[in-house]
């Protein structure tokens, strides 16, 4: 058998074992892994560098399949290289209820599985996140340890896709040379041929954002690692622009839309047999083929071996920080310093705009963990993300700490998750919060893969101003805590911020976002408590000896409203207590008893918020009173915009003493 | 006085408004429209066609301000062209409630501005949709009605963030030729210079998408105004890449980013002044400069003066037809059409997922209104909106009504938005619901501008079976409905599905989604009403004799199974209603009579969703039984995931039982 002929036979593997599990899940997306077998052959027996024995070795080249939909491509090749969470029944469980095969690769769900795909060109964006932490971590502990690849395979979709912009102008700036993207160059999407819609050369595109550019025929093994071997030259990131035919193989449909995304059936798939010759049952591969595959997974073994070497050789005080960071632990030095500012808080009481007592509290963290890695999307002076520490990463130098992401805010979040999934670092951004919108698919990614991202997203209501209604949060809070296992903060004052941002740290399997004002806000806390209050998500910043007549839910700036209102009514005699609710999902972690301890007996109940009523009612009931926001903002001075929508103490006054009359 | 000194006089009129506005309100952007002025003097005196006395006329060029921070270059020369709306009070009342000079351009505000900018990208997307508009619009009454330009002023963020892609690539594929974008390319962001964040060559990326491009110097009115020559006469779109300096004028601070977005203080003013010998007091324009404004505010009145001809020799029908699409009124023969069908609906009854459903009606609708234009971002087959009435438009032929937008949900969305304020058409799309997070800021948008804009997002829920947690909404519902001004509809059978397409229509000032099923629903309406009572947003749709046990609220999919529930209890004596839930949004606009009725008084309230249980309370109070989702969703056959989430008829007969026990 010649080497072409070998090739072609393990390249079919994949092709059948895709036909088959779609067929047999009735469900599922052929046309990929048939069309990019022959590019995931080369890839996987030629040229990346993993060890299916230690799938989580660090310093292994990182694969993403960015067109998430040809899933079957990729478990197929993490069974065929024999790795232990894709077994042959697994494959044959495809898009079965608790398989590790899900529709779309799922981070988590089994070893070699680098990031969840399947909304377009996320994972394009993961992978310049992971080719980014790749030169942060080199800078860091060097090339003997940290010297890898991330290769992606992305489609037409991924490319049409505006966060492919994003991603790939950041990865030329960055000169990011060590990533290195196939792409599935099909011309086909399920509305028909690429031309239907799109006429972008992009080759050219690419180049125009500094990328080193290469076409080759996808089905040309020879041509294909003769690329591969080019790109890894390039002191640029590089596109491989491989033609391949949807769906090779099946006599009627392959270079057709048929083929993207529905079963072949059974005719079909009997026909390609006989074209491709694999005269084999289904999920059947004959042992030459799985023997071949299972020789190429062990081809980079002795890399790893070196690799342990080389770690082993380092000092003993670099293997325990590269452990720590990977391992996702923070420093034991954080929680003294964080105690020790705290109390400091506690007594100065600084009047300070949340996104300021954020940067003070970031000077702080940033000194003791160095694994944090700031930035912000062109907003560094108004989101306060930039701290002494942070140097700025640049595309030559990468011992930085901060990251100008540019106008990208999605590409940004989606790079974030990139880094976080790498591992060893601990990424935050900076935005303004009514743009959670526009890097919202991101977040729901990072809490769906339970990867520890910070946002840090400032101007976070009304309260920035002038800017007006498109710059204003409204809707945005209840959005926000709508995404499960995403954590929303919304801190009163220095030491809330202080809080959040240890909780933030300290959550590391959720992703949280700290929305923090643009104006100054009065100290709430008076006194040091050890304790984190915010981790209970809502707690009693106020009370009274007595039951109250009031209770005052609030967050972040309108704590201070709340706490105005209170000193209001208790000069008339009305006893009020005030609830300080930095973040509803800890809230809801809580027990049923200290729920109801917070949420207390009063006759009346009352929140403010500068956002809409959604999510409240789980406070004040859905006859309580809600002051806030019912439609847009408006452009004005602060103030005089709290006044316009009436979020103010007198309105709480003034709802209070109705209902109780 | 040269020409030259002329322009340079008016130009600096804009500057120097800008510059006096943004330091009465103590905030604002004067980098822009002191660096873009030299532009929009040329644009605005030479180029555009326009009629100050007639802001609304349909064949005026459009000019949108994508960079829309810089509102003050717009809103000055609006004042000095002489529209009515912006007088210089208002300008004086920069930035102030109530003022139409709001710090970011709002649509709605003022006669003059075309759409509301601010969210970098936007109005580009926006642009090229109103460039869509015009074709289309040319293609149905000809070019004696339409033939205008569309023009666009966006910076480096606008190109900078993703959505720009979209748009870029949507134009040039559908060779628009008729769209100018002048890059106001000025080298700064926030966090300073561009290159710190980008390398991208502009020029370059725009030509890969098939873009006309020039390259000018941004302070040459000569030059300009030949760019802009050249440019109408392309047969593509065109980027005019302005090279200009931010802040030009202001000694100290022009062609840094402190200019940006802070006012300049009254001594740089001071010396600015001095610079560009402008011995003016803040706000005052030498008569001869607002003379020459108010002069070249007529330029193009005649152009107007002709189409009215124009329009008057047309056929009366063609007029009328006309008229009617521009004010956006629905044709007569709707209302019946639908009652017909509705009527057909109610007797047969067919089991339909209702995407299918949405097409039978498109259908309908389509056929009596010849102004709606259909698409889908490459989900044609899954979103079903394509009907027989749907030619596709190609690059060449805009007689079509069915737009391919490839896989650009942002750019789909956001271009929708500018067709809508184009006027004369009512655009569909076509996505899957998860995908609303990828068009959330243009959705953002629609609603607040207050535009009638249709989604049909189909694969509302875990109902979408295998294709797993990243296709599957679980927060959606509740993140679009928390979207002020924005109606959310989740129909439970072909009969609501009708109504809610009615609804939407009918909608002039709010953008609608429908969330529509991928799996067949059976017919829950059996007899034929003529009320649309979807537009009641909640309803009864099975009632008891008596006070029920039990009341079960549903939306969508889930009302079948609230159905079933209802059997199942009922024949175990346990009476019980369902309200079906198709629009909360509606059922908040009901009297609070209506409302009370719906929510009942029955000892048990339960809630059946597939989404989360954010937004429910209202309906079933916090102490009321919520099934449905509290986390992300799986991978498997769709009957099989419900059972796995427990979102069954037996669930909530379970529950009702431990309750009433």
């Known amino acids: 058998m010649t080497d072409l002929d070998k090739h072609h036979r393990m390249a079919n593997a994949i092709r059948f074992l895709a036909m088959d599990a779609v067929e047999k899940a009735k469900s599922g997306h052929p046309g990929l892994p048939m069309g990019a077998a022959d590019i995931a052959t080369v890839l996987f027996t030629q040229v990346l560098k993993f060890d ?6 660090a310093d292994r080249d990182r694969f993403v399949l960015s067109a998430g939909h040809g899933s079957m491509l990729l478990y197929s090749v993490l069974y065929l290289l024999g790795y232990e969470d894709f077994s042959l029944d697994q494959l044959k469980n495809f898009r ?14 089994g070893a070699g599985i680098e990031t969840t795909t399947g909304p377009l060109g996320q994972g394009l964006a993961n992978a310049v996140g992971m080719a980014i932490a790749e030169k942060l971590q080199a ?3 060097g090339e003997a340890l940290v010297d890898h690849y991330t290769y992606v395979l992305a489609g037409d979709g991924c490319l049409m896709e505006g966060i492919s912009q994003e991603a790939l102008t950041l990865a030329g700036h960055l000169k990011l040379n060590k990533l290195i993207v196939i792409w599935d160059d099909n011309g086909i999407s399920i509305d028909g041929k690429i031309d239907v819609t799109d006429s972008t050369d992009q080759i050219a595109r690419f180049e125009a954002s500094q990328w080193n550019t290469i076409r080759v025929d996808g089905h040309d093994p020879v041509a294909l690692a003769a690329a591969f071997r080019k790109a890894q030259e390039s002191e640029r990131p590089t596109l491989i622009a491989a033609k391949t035919v949807i769906g090779f193989g ?7 839309a048929k083929v993207h995304g529905s079963p072949l059936g059974a005719d079909e798939i009997a026909a390609t047999r006989k074209a491709l010759n694999w005269p084999h049952e289904p999920f059947e591969i004959p042992s030459d083929v799985l023997d071949a595959w299972r020789i190429a997974g062990l081809r980079s073994a002795h890399a790893h071996k070196d690799w342990e070497k080389r770690f082993a050789a380092a000092d003993a005080e670099t293997r325990a920080e590269f452990e720590r960071r990977n391992r996702g632990d923070l420093p034991a030095a954080l929680k003294p310093a964080l105690a020790a500012y705290k109390q400091k808080l506690a007594e100065e009481r600084p009047t300070l705009a949340t996104r300021q007592a954020s940067e003070h509290v970031l000077n702080v963290i940033n000194e003791v963990v160095p694994e944090t890695i700031g930035g912000s999307a062109d907003l560094t002076g108004s989101n306060n993300t930039k701290t002494a520490q942070t140097k700025p990463v640049t595309p030559d130098d990468f011992s930085g700490r901060y990251i100008h992401w540019g106008i990208r805010e999605h590409g940004m ?15 935050y951004s900076g935005t303004f919060l009514v743009f959670a919108d526009y ?9 769906l893969m339970e990867q520890r991202v910070i946002h840090v997203m400032t101007h976070d209501s009304i309260g920035l101003g002038e800017d007006g209604p498109t710059h204003q949060p409204v809707e945005h809070y209840a959005s926000l805590r709508a995404i499960p296992n995403l954590h929303f903060f919304r801190p009163a004052d220095v030491t809330e911020t202080l809080e959040c941002w240890q909780l933030a740290l300290g959550a590391k399997k959720t992703p949280s976002v700290l929305a923090l004002t643009r104006q100054g806000l009065a100290a709430q806390r008076k006194t040091y408590v050890e304790e984190n209050l915010c981790a209970r998500g809502a707690y009693v910043l106020a009370d009274t000896d007595e039951t109250a007549d009031v209770t005052i839910f609030a967050s972040g700036s309108e704590v201070e409203i709340a706490m105005d209102a209170r000193a209001k009514l208790e000069a008339e005699g009305v006893s009020a207590r005030v609830v300080s609710v930095p973040c509803f999902e800890l ?7 200290y729920q109801a301890d917070v949420i207390g007996t009063s006759k009346v109940r009352i929140a403010v918020e500068t956002g809409i009523r959604m999510g409240w009612d789980r406070f004040i009931g859905t006859d309580g009173v809600f002051i806030g926001m019912s439609g847009f903002g408006a ?4 103030k005089e915009l709290y006044a316009h929508f009436g979020i103010t103490a007198d309105a709480v006054v003034a709802a209070a003493k109705k209902r109780l009359a």
Chains 1, 2 share one sequence.
């Open 413 to 427: 979040a989606a790079a974030m998750n990139g880094m976080a999934l790498h591992g060893g670092m601990i990424p």
């Open 250 to 256: 099946s006599p009627t449909k392959a270079g057709t």
């Open 635 to 638: 452009s004005g001075p602060y």
């Open 52 to 57: 299916p024995t230690a799938p989580h070795w």
């Open 587 to 593: 809230f809801e972690a809580q027990s049923a008893d």
């Open 96 to 109: 079965q209820i608790g398989a590790r095969t899900a529709g779309h690769p799922e981070f988590g769900h």
């Open 139 to 141: 800078a860091r502990f």
């Open 439 to 447: 890097c919202r698919p991101s977040l729901r990614l990072a809490a």
